[in-house]
């Protein structure tokens, strides 16, 4: 790194996070996670409701530790960056973010009931990692497909994908930002199909999709959460922050829940004590602003031009983990 590098770099000194909040928030949403799910499944509790209501405390506890322990002030959260920016994508996008994992999990719990699959009658504790698996290796390769951008296919793929990479920030309420073609190619045409292909019950489906909707609003969370040899099991925040990095070279992790799928094809990118020096896109200019929404939604239907192709392809070379 140049000095000037060094100076930007949001880690360069020790942050005045408790102990606690780094180690332990994590840990303790995944374990409490855990614990409502099996409460839920044991009482027979509506499992709609409870997917409602713990995504609400998931998000407003997350949103709490950003205001107070920012891992970076430049990927703060402002009035300015919701109201001119994140909103837009809240509203106008429809299904995105948590309210996709949700409202197609919640589809995915009316299709699944009474249909026979061939994990169905597999025992909870092993049909829950069976179907976090499958879902994630199909959603490894076809994030991965986005980001690579070598046939008409997956520039295709890239141009869906690339309005949720353009933001210059990365907190909780950032994740919905992005086009919802992307959340629709993912959860109804991946997810959706797979799991009642599987034929995951009711008890399972609703198990993979807490799990797999805390995962996705951890790995956004601008706190300097840290989870040590854990990072190898499970894609969280300091993995995925790589991933939004505009240095192609280190954005990799596409994996969203199970990082030993990155670990086994080659894209694991594991740096402790650093964070990425600028996050986006590699070149800003051709592409619209993040809060330029409308711009934003043409992205996918434009044939030449700014954003036709992606100037963010994944390097194919295996990355170790920094020491």
């Not at 609400?56 to 430049?74: H, K, Q, W």
């Not at 996008?93 to 719990?109: C, M």
């Not at 690579?148 to 210059?168: G, I, Q, S, Y």
């Not at 706190?223 to 240095?247: K, M, P, Q």
Request: proline share 7%.
């Amino acid at each position: 790194m140049s000095e000037v590098e060094l100076a930007a770099d949001p880690m360069r000194e020790r942050r005045s996070t408790p102990w606690v909040v780094t180690w332990g928030t994590w840990p303790l949403l995944f374990v409490a996670n855990v614990l409502t799910i099996a409460h839920a499944i044991a009482f027979g509790w509506d499992f709609k409701l409870v997917l409602a209501i713990w995504t609400g405390v998931s998000i407003a506890a997350l949103i709490a530790l950003e205001f107070a322990y920012p891992l970076d002030e430049r990927w703060r959260m402002t009035w300015r960056t919701f109201l001119g920016r994140d909103i837009k994508y809240f509203v106008g996008g429809g299904l995105t973010g948590a309210a996709t994992n949700y409202a197609l999990g919640v589809i995915g719990l009316s299709l699944g009931a009474g249909h026979v699959g061939p994990i169905t009658h597999w025992p909870i504790w092993l049909a829950v990692p069976a179907t976090i698996v499958a879902f994630d290796f199909c959603q490894y390769w076809q994030h991965r497909w986005s980001h690579e951008a070598d046939t008409p296919l997956k520039r295709f793929l890239w141009k869906t994908h690339a309005p949720h990479h353009l933001p210059e920030q990365v907190y909780v309420l950032m994740h919905p930002a992005g086009h919802p073609l992307n959340f629709i190619l993912i959860q109804g045409i991946i997810r959706v199909p797979l799991f009642y292909v599987l034929g995951v019950s009711p008890e399972a489906l609703f198990a993979a999709t807490a799990i797999i909707g805390l995962q996705g609003l951890v790995s956004h969370c601008n706190v300097d959460l840290r989870a040590g040899w854990f990072n190898h099991i499970f894609a969280g925040t300091e993995l995925h922050r790589f991933h939004h990095s505009a240095d192609v070279a280190e954005a990799r992790n596409y994996a969203v829940v199970v990082s030993f799928l990155d670990i086994l094809f080659g894209t694991f990118v594991y740096r402790p004590d650093r964070a990425p020096l600028r996050l986006g896109v590699a070149d800003p200019s051709a592409y619209p602003l993040s809060n330029q929404f409308w711009r934003v939604m043409l992205i996918p239907f434009r044939s030449s031009g700014a954003a036709a192709a992606d100037t963010r392809p994944v390097a194919r070379s295996s990355t170790a983990a920094a020491p």
